[in-house]
């Protein structure tokens, strides 16, 4: 059983996301929550306050209404899309900064995965903006995807999968094998492999270069073997849908890398671990995955591990 927040504005964005969530294929059992939020600005003083209250409930009571037909519209879509599975869909509008209200709301829902527009500038408008889906990707306890509305939609959907080894990359890779792929979609498993630096001022003075080489050419050995593991088993769950898996260990800065890569391949969407400190240590840290996310054109997903949920909330 998975449980699912998506969080909507009735922007393109939004409407993306909800598209993500029509093309996946959940288990049995499964509970999609669709919400948004109203968050009206206070006025600024108690006289302006006075003056302004009727107005100010008019306002509220308009925005919410545009919010139920959004969020209702937005479950009917999904219960077609889903129809078939045994999936439970529920709505709520709810009253808050969105930041808070989505983070509550998914601990409240027990939510397993947050999907959040990149930005949003629709009906609700200040609802999903990019700082509110960057707050949601930091502080959530579970995994988080961030989807952007794709320039060119193509029927072949192509997947970057950043790993290194680590328990929240496993995840990654895991969460990745159980999807539903379309027919001929493509994925490919990158491990970043970062260059040793020399811990001295002065290159070369009394330090073993080969120490530095066979620090890199061990890491390079560990990466190689764990994306050819990855591989093997999205080969594995993607074995009746004609999936096409890749793999390629590069070298450099993780966070540029991966977003690099993620250009050259023309990916749909970069899937990360939240942080990783795994055989390839300090590859995928927060901070990368942050950076991934704040800068990547496509959509990301950020998986955290159950353990690293569970562990979190303790």
């Known amino acids: 059983m998975m449980r699912i927040l998506v969080a909507i504005d009735g922007s393109e964005h939004s409407e993306a996301a909800l598209d993500e969530i029509a093309n996946r294929h959940f288990s049995e059992d499964s509970e999609v929550r669709v919400i948004s939020a109203v968050n009206l600005p206070m006025p600024l003083s108690a006289e302006s306050l006075a ?17 139920s037909r959004a969020i209702e519209k937005a479950a009917a879509r999904l219960r077609e899309s889903l ?16 930041k808070r209200v989505i983070l509550e709301e998914a601990e409240a829902f027990g939510a397993d ?15 999903l903006l990019g700082s509110v889906s960057q707050a949601v990707a930091l502080h959530a306890k579970c995994s988080v995807e961030i989807v952007r509305s794709p320039e060119v939609k193509r029927e072949v959907m192509r997947i970057l ?13 895991d969460e990745v094998a159980h999807w539903h792929y379309q027919a001929d979609s493509e994925v490919r498993v990158i491990s970043v492999v970062e ?14 270069m080969n ?3 066979q620090i890199e050419k061990y890491a390079g050995e560990v990466a190689r073997a764990a994306v050819e593991k990855a591989a093997a088993k999205l080969r594995a769950g993607g074995e009746t849908q004609k999936v096409s898996v890749t793999t ?9 890398v991966i977003l690099a890569e993620a250009e050259a391949f023309g990916a749909d969407l970069i899937v990360v671990g939240s942080h990783g400190h795994g055989m390839v240590e300090r590859f995928l840290l927060g901070s990368v995955s942050q950076a991934v ?3 990547a054109t496509c959509s990301v997903e950020i998986v955290r591990s159950p353990k690293t949920q569970t562990s979190e909330s303790k």
Do not use: N, W
């Not at 302004?52 to 209404?65: C, D, F, I, T």
């Not at 390629?248 to 540029?256: F, Q």
């Open 51 to 67: 003056t302004s209250a009727g107005y100010h409930g008019e306002l509220e009571k308009m925005e919410r209404e545009q919010a």
């Open 83 to 98: 129809e078939g599975c045994s999936v439970k869909i529920t709505t709520e509008v709810l009253s808050g900064l969105p």
């Open 113 to 127: 995965l947050i999907v959040v527009g990149s930005h949003g500038h629709g009906a609700l408008e200040r609802f």
């Open 161 to 173: 999968v950043a790993i290194d080894g680590s328990e929240q990359s496993e995840a990654a890779v």
């Open 195 to 208: 260059p040793s630096y020399l811990p001295t001022t002065f290159p070369g003075d009394g330090v073993d």
């Open 211 to 213: 120490v530095y080489a």
């Open 248 to 256: 390629r260990v590069l070298s450099g800065s993780p966070k540029g």
């Open 293 to 295: 996310a704040l800068h």
